[in-house]
């Protein structure tokens, strides 16, 4: 049985790491020097959307889009292509329909996830994996890794919804990689 469409919720998604200390010059070069992600393309799922800017909340989560058709980044967090992982999220549905990442847990491994750069370059990632977590036991430090290989998260609602807390249950994250240079 399917749950009806709900509100977009708070979408708790774990505690961002927080920077501490470095100037935005030294910040932006941890980043690497790859350009912001403008737009997003997941063929699988017919998605192609623009992206949004999304910061750290006040409680130490993520926020959300305040719109469920729209999809956001972490503005202050990795580039596509640079080190560490660039996070996508987006609400599953709302009270009206789906949300933008409605089709989010029909990707499988293999899937292109295309990031459009606002320097009119793009990066493409493949999916590697779809894993599901409650709430509160999120995988901050693998979902929200500021070091490493360029990598992509894309995460959203899933499981069962909570009637009584008003919001899923669950988040599912899907981990991908960059393509292999061609």
Same mark, same amino acid.
């Given at each position: 049985?399917?749950?009806? &469409?709900?509100?977009?919720?708070?979408?708790?998604?774990?505690?961002?790491?927080?920077?501490?200390?470095? #100037?935005? *010059?030294? *910040?932006?070069?941890?980043?690497?020097?790859?350009?912001?992600?403008?737009?997003?393309?997941?063929? *699988?799922?017919?998605?192609?959307?623009? =992206?949004?800017?999304?910061? %750290?909340?006040?409680?130490?989560?993520?926020?959300?889009?305040?719109?469920?058709?729209?999809?956001?980044?972490?503005?202050?967090?990795?580039?596509?292509?640079?080190?560490? &992982?660039?996070? %996508?999220?987006?609400?599953?549905?709302?009270?009206?329909?789906?949300?933008?990442?409605?089709?989010?847990?029909?990707?499988?491994?293999?899937?292109?996830?295309? @990031?459009?750069?606002?320097? +009119?370059?793009?990066? #493409?990632?493949?999916?590697? *994996? @779809?894993?599901?977590?409650?709430?509160? #036991?999120?995988?901050?430090?693998?979902?929200?890794?500021?070091?490493?290989?360029? &990598? @992509?998260? =894309?995460? #959203?609602?899933?499981?069962?919804?909570?009637?009584?807390?008003?919001?899923? +249950?669950?988040?599912?994250?899907?981990? &991908?990689?960059?393509?292999?240079?061609?």
């Amino acid at each position: 049985m399917t749950e009806p &469409a709900r509100t977009p919720g708070p979408l708790a998604i774990g505690a961002v790491p927080v920077h501490t200390g470095p #100037t935005e *010059a030294v *910040a932006s070069a941890e980043r690497g020097h790859a350009a912001p992600p403008i737009r997003i393309r997941i063929p *699988a799922i017919g998605l192609d959307q623009p =992206l949004i800017g999304l910061g %750290v909340q006040q409680d130490g989560h993520l926020g959300v889009p305040p719109d469920p058709s729209q999809i956001g980044w972490w503005s202050d967090g990795p580039r596509p292509g640079g080190p560490g &992982a660039t996070v %996508v999220v987006g609400h599953v549905d709302s009270t009206t329909g789906p949300g933008a990442f409605h089709g989010l847990s029909t990707l499988r491994p293999g899937d292109e996830v295309i @990031l459009a750069r606002d320097d +009119r370059t793009s990066v #493409t990632f493949i999916v590697q *994996a @779809l894993r599901q977590y409650e709430k509160d #036991t999120l995988p901050d430090s693998q979902v929200y890794a500021t070091t490493g290989p360029p &990598a @992509l998260r =894309l995460i #959203t609602c899933s499981g069962t919804y909570d009637r009584a807390r008003g919001e899923y +249950r669950d988040n599912l994250v899907v981990y &991908a990689a960059p393509a292999p240079e061609a």
